[in-house]
């Protein structure tokens, strides 16, 4: 009997915390994520990326997967990305090496929230996405 009354105040204990939200430990990438929509993204076989800020350009690697709606998307990391206004320009070629898409825009990394904003702001980081014809622009 004496273990069940320890085992039940154990469980009422427990139970009493569930109403609280836990922070794990999930972080956000600083840099900048693209995406490239169908048509277009059927054509490209390699990106670059230059991320210039504050008079400083990088040039991360960018990789680029296949996403579910027939899409490409990857993500290039960009360390000391601050919240502030930055040009990014992105280069697309095909399997043959030509250029499919070399465009500029400019954009401001934003501090992103990936636990909700009780559990405080992640690094910064940008979205561009380029539709299916070529045109970018960035994403909130």
Not at 3 to 11: E, G, K, S
Not at 38 to 58: F, I, W
Not at 91 to 111: F, N, Q, Y
Request: proline content about 6%; hydrophobic content about 35%.
């Amino acid at each position: 009997m004496l273990r069940f009354l320890a085992v039940l105040a154990l469980a009422v204990t427990l139970c009493g915390c569930q109403g609280e939200q836990g922070c794990t430990l999930i972080g956000t990438r600083v840099g900048v994520q693209v995406d490239v929509a169908a048509p277009l993204a059927s054509r490209v076989v390699a990106a670059k990326l230059e991320v210039c800020q504050a008079g400083r350009c990088t040039e991360p690697k960018l990789e680029l997967f296949p996403s579910d709606q027939g899409g490409k998307y990857g993500f290039g990391d960009v360390g000391g990305l601050r919240k502030e206004w930055a040009t990014v320009r992105l280069r697309l070629t095909d399997a043959a090496g030509k250029e499919v898409l070399d465009r500029t825009i400019d954009v401001t990394p934003k501090g992103r929230f990936p636990n909700g904003p009780q559990c405080g702001e992640g690094g910064p980081n940008a979205q561009v996405e380029v539709n299916g014809e070529g045109r970018m622009r960035e994403r909130p």
